[in-house]
Structures are given as structure tokens and as C-alpha cells.
């Protein structure tokens, strides 16, 4: 068990809402996965892991959170020419419904 031997960059979005979008910026083509804490440390050491995203050629790229989690974002170059300058934002975060009385 290896970690990976590509360069990534990795942001910790704690405890997040199912659909909850995300907005990457990137300055490069790059690869763009988000993982759950378990499928991250899978991804650190070098374990098949399962993640949402794939290959971003064009920015931003927006990413719906799939179910409530802790979740991991990972910017990384694996089979790209180099670390792409990457930022994460939230854009709409799900408004909590009141229930009618």
C-alpha cells in the first residue's frame, strides 16, 4: 500500500448537506475527485477508492454533493502535465424547508 505518487492538492469540507454545490476554479487541466473521509484515506494509501468527478479541461466546475458526509475534495495532476492553482467554493447550499403547519 503506496500513497499515491502523484502531487495533489486536498481540501477537508467537513460535514457537508446532500446538494450542495461546489464550484472549483482551476488555472489547468486537471483532476478533480470528491470522496468520502473513508474513500480519501483509501486514496492515501494507494486502496481503490470511489469518488465523484473525473478529468476538468474547463473552469469552474461545479460538483453537487450526492449525500450528507464528510467530504474531501482532491485537485491532483495524475496524468496531466502539472498541480493545477485550484480554490473551492460553496455556491448554493440547500435551503433547509420549514414543514407546513
Known amino acids: 500500500m503506496t500513497k499515491p505518487s502523484f502531487r ?8 457537508l448537506r446532500a446538494g450542495t454545490i461546489l464550484e ?3 488555472n489547468a487541466i486537471n483532476n478533480v475527485r470528491l470522496m468520502t473521509a473513508s474513500n480519501f484515506q ?3 494509501e494507494g486502496l481503490d477508492y470511489k469518488f465523484a468527478g ?8 461545479k460538483i453537487v454533493v450526492p449525500e450528507q ?3 474531501h475534495l482532491i485537485v491532483d495532476m495524475e496524468g496531466h502535465h502539472g498541480l ?3 480554490s473551492v467554493k460553496m455556491v448554493a447550499p440547500p435551503v433547509k424547508s420549514k414543514k407546513a403547519s
Open 24 to 26: 472549483v476554479q482551476l
Open 84 to 86: 493545477a492553482e485550484s
Open 69 to 71: 458526509a464528510h467530504w
Open 8 to 15: 495533489f492538492t486536498h481540501y477537508d469540507l467537513k460535514e
Open 54 to 61: 473525473g478529468v476538468a479541461k474547463k473552469a469552474p466546475v
Open 42 to 44: 483509501r486514496f492515501k
